[in-house]
């Protein structure tokens, strides 16, 4: 009796227990659906501590940014607005770096002596490692801009990421609905999160002019320190806004994936209503290969590890050209930025730079350009052949033939560095099946299943103590 009532109360116990998460993970299903699908996911996106105003946009295209109205009623906010509202500090910074070319001594040498003979002075040496501070500064920045238009471009986002729908924003049968579809509300995600990466890559690049145009040890540090500043304006610019405006921003734990609503367990067959059938089926078709089971665009299944992959790849090329801009600025003498300059030269009556230019806060054609336009020495360097002709890759190789020890090592370094993690971390995860190893914790579909083997091994002795007792 005591042995039959002890596995009874185990029994119930157990299956208590595995009701309740059934139940749990019922509410996750579709009214109606009753083939097992996956649970919920924690979707992975940092959003780099505090926000910026680039990155509200982005969380205004998923309905993460509110403002609360009268009777504690929350509004979305249209990520359109949002990008209005970033546009006078995007066109703010890029004026500031752009003015700041013209304010450097570009036809200067940027050795101490005239005659470049201190090329291993001990300052030249400091900005050449505050050019490296300033790129590690900026790396996670570059990074999370790279990363988030990743994520918001992928239409699997828009399926499996928990936002907005049309009908939260308006009602169902509204005229305007159309302009709340993920379609509409993409591309001003993009754009901005595409502002963002364009002032990073502009610091990072006049970085190294400025740097190497100061004389002194304080004035490299200085420099460095100021040009950053600049990047850093975004977040004060949205802790601006959101006191003035009232904005409220969703949270990274906030930001989930209802993958259960979305896809059948064993497939990738779409179970949730789909806007574009046709787009999102051949995106799955598409990106589900090589043996895989499902598409690696999907939350869970390697997308992370392509976003993250993706964008340290297309930074370790930047920063590989960036070096071999260093080189030939410490070969020749020349600022970097001298090239930067003809190049705006060159686009002067070109439609879409006119159209550009109109937005800047000042002009830069009476300050900059006519520079080159009133000095014909200076129009002569800016052509092919000349001291700020553009880097080509032939002169890429050039120099690397000439350092063939210090790039090699370097590109080397580089890319083992930044890619390296990313790629073990893959192959742990693909040999031990989780990110701690074959004796880590396991998830919460392995306990249910265990739970239930559980059980119906409980369940068994139940019934033969059972019938051990009928006469």
Known sequence: KLQTSAALLQAAALASLADAMADDRSRLLIAGENAPKEPRRKVDVDLGGDVSVYTAVMLGALGGVTVTMSGDVKAKVHPAFLLILS??????????????????????TIFYHEDGSDAS???????????????????????????????????????????????????????????????????????????????NYIVCVDCVSVILD??????????????????ELDEHWWDFLKHVFHFDTLNESDIEAHVADVWDKDTDRVIAEVGNPWLINSVLKATTWGGRKHSFLRTGHGFRRLSQGVSIFLLAILFSRQMFVMLQAIK????????????EYSMQGKWFWEFFSSFLFVSLEDHVYAQFAHNDTLSAMCKDGGNFARIQTSTCVRLFKENASFAGGFITLLF??????????????????????PAGPKTAEQRMVGLEAKVEALQKQLDELLAQRQP
């Open 214 to 231: 100061s004389k002194e040890a304080k004035d490299a540090v200085f420099n460095s320190l100021a040009i950053v500043f600049i990047v």
């Open 87 to 108: 546009a006078p500090l995007f066109f703010a910074q890029v004026t500031v770096l752009l003015y700041l070319r013209s304010d450097l001594h570009f036809t200067d």
């Open 416 to 437: 083992a560095l930044m890619l390296a993690p990313t790629i073990y971390q893959g192959l742990h995860q693909r040999i031990y099946k989780n990110s701690e190893g």
């Open 121 to 199: 002075d001990p300052v030249l040496r400091l900005k050449v490692l505050m050019v490296v501070i300033t790129y590690i500064m900026n790396f996670k920045l570059m990074l999370l801009s790279l990363q988030h238009i990743i994520f918001i471009a992928n239409p699997i986002t828009w399926l499996e990421v928990n936002h907005a729908q049309s009908t939260d924003w308006v009602s169902k049968g509204s005229r305007w609905k159309c302009l709340f579809g993920a379609w509409f509300l993409v591309p001003w995600a993009v754009l901005a999160k595409v502002m963002d990466f364009t002032v």
């Open 332 to 343: 020749t003498g020349v600022l970097p930025v001298a090239r930067d300059l003809c190049t």
